[in-house]
Protein backbone atom coordinates (compact mmCIF):
# COMPACT_ATOMS: atom_id res chain seq x y z
CA UNK A 1 0.00 0.00 0.00
CA UNK A 2 2.66 2.53 0.02
CA UNK A 3 1.28 3.45 -3.56
CA UNK A 4 -1.87 4.70 -2.55
CA UNK A 5 -2.90 8.21 -2.55
CA UNK A 6 -6.40 8.75 -1.12
CA UNK A 7 -7.30 11.24 -4.24
CA UNK A 8 -6.16 9.06 -7.12
CA UNK A 9 -6.24 5.77 -5.44
CA UNK A 10 -3.82 3.21 -6.04
CA UNK A 11 -1.49 4.99 -9.02
CA UNK A 12 -4.72 3.97 -11.75
CA UNK A 13 -4.30 7.45 -13.52
CA UNK A 14 -0.35 7.82 -14.16
CA UNK A 15 0.57 6.44 -17.80
CA UNK A 16 1.94 3.49 -18.71
CA UNK A 17 5.45 3.66 -19.41
CA UNK A 18 6.36 3.51 -23.42
CA UNK A 19 7.87 0.09 -24.18
CA UNK A 20 11.66 0.12 -25.39
CA UNK A 21 12.26 0.62 -28.66
CA UNK A 22 13.07 -2.45 -31.10
CA UNK A 23 16.79 -2.34 -31.11
CA UNK A 24 16.70 -5.66 -33.05
CA UNK A 25 17.02 -5.64 -37.57
CA UNK A 26 15.07 -7.93 -39.21
CA UNK A 27 18.88 -9.57 -39.99
CA UNK A 28 18.65 -10.62 -36.36
CA UNK A 29 15.11 -11.96 -36.20
CA UNK A 30 16.16 -13.96 -38.84
CA UNK A 31 19.39 -15.05 -37.29
CA UNK A 32 17.98 -15.99 -33.88
CA UNK A 33 15.09 -18.10 -35.65
CA UNK A 34 17.50 -19.84 -37.52
CA UNK A 35 20.13 -20.40 -34.55
CA UNK A 36 17.40 -22.13 -32.64
CA UNK A 37 16.66 -24.59 -35.16
CA UNK A 38 18.02 -27.90 -33.18
CA UNK A 39 18.92 -31.49 -35.31
CA UNK A 40 16.56 -34.58 -34.47
CA UNK A 41 18.44 -37.32 -33.32
CA UNK A 42 16.85 -40.62 -33.16
CA UNK A 43 17.73 -43.51 -30.89
CA UNK A 44 16.65 -47.29 -29.76
CA UNK A 45 15.22 -45.29 -26.47
CA UNK A 46 13.01 -42.94 -28.98
CA UNK A 47 11.74 -46.08 -30.29
CA UNK A 48 10.02 -47.04 -26.91
CA UNK A 49 8.41 -44.18 -26.88
CA UNK A 50 7.01 -44.22 -30.34
CA UNK A 51 5.35 -47.36 -30.40
CA UNK A 52 7.66 -49.35 -32.69
CA UNK A 53 9.87 -50.13 -29.28
CA UNK A 54 7.27 -53.05 -28.94
CA UNK A 55 8.14 -55.18 -31.39
CA UNK A 56 11.74 -54.55 -29.79
CA UNK A 57 10.67 -55.43 -26.96
CA UNK A 58 8.79 -58.35 -28.26
CA UNK A 59 11.96 -60.02 -30.32
CA UNK A 60 14.26 -59.31 -27.16
CA UNK A 61 11.83 -61.56 -24.85
CA UNK A 62 11.47 -64.02 -27.17
CA UNK A 63 15.31 -64.19 -27.77
CA UNK A 64 15.71 -64.47 -24.03
CA UNK A 65 12.90 -67.67 -23.68
CA UNK A 66 14.50 -68.76 -26.08
CA UNK A 67 17.89 -69.04 -24.38
CA UNK A 68 16.63 -69.65 -21.26
CA UNK A 69 14.46 -72.75 -22.59
CA UNK A 70 17.33 -74.16 -24.39
CA UNK A 71 19.17 -74.03 -20.98
CA UNK A 72 16.79 -75.57 -18.65
CA UNK A 73 16.64 -78.48 -21.99
CA UNK A 74 20.76 -78.47 -21.40
CA UNK A 75 20.50 -78.90 -17.83
CA UNK A 76 17.31 -81.47 -17.62
CA UNK A 77 19.54 -83.41 -20.22
CA UNK A 78 22.76 -83.59 -17.95
CA UNK A 79 21.13 -84.83 -15.20
CA UNK A 80 18.54 -87.25 -16.64
CA UNK A 81 15.15 -85.69 -15.77
CA UNK A 82 12.47 -86.50 -18.15
CA UNK A 83 12.38 -84.07 -21.16
CA UNK A 84 9.06 -83.09 -21.91
CA UNK A 85 7.24 -83.90 -25.30
CA UNK A 86 9.48 -87.02 -25.56
CA UNK A 87 12.77 -85.41 -26.09
CA UNK A 88 15.58 -87.62 -25.35
CA UNK A 89 14.05 -91.08 -26.65
Known sequence: MAN????????????LPEPAPDTNSEEEE??????????ITLGVGDGFKFGCGMLLA?????????????????????????????LGH
Do not use: D, K, W
Request: charged content about 10%; glycine content about 10%.
Open 30 to 39: IEASAEQRVA
Open 58 to 86: GVAFYFALIIVAATALLFASILGLPLPFG
Open 4 to 15: YNPTTGAGRNRP
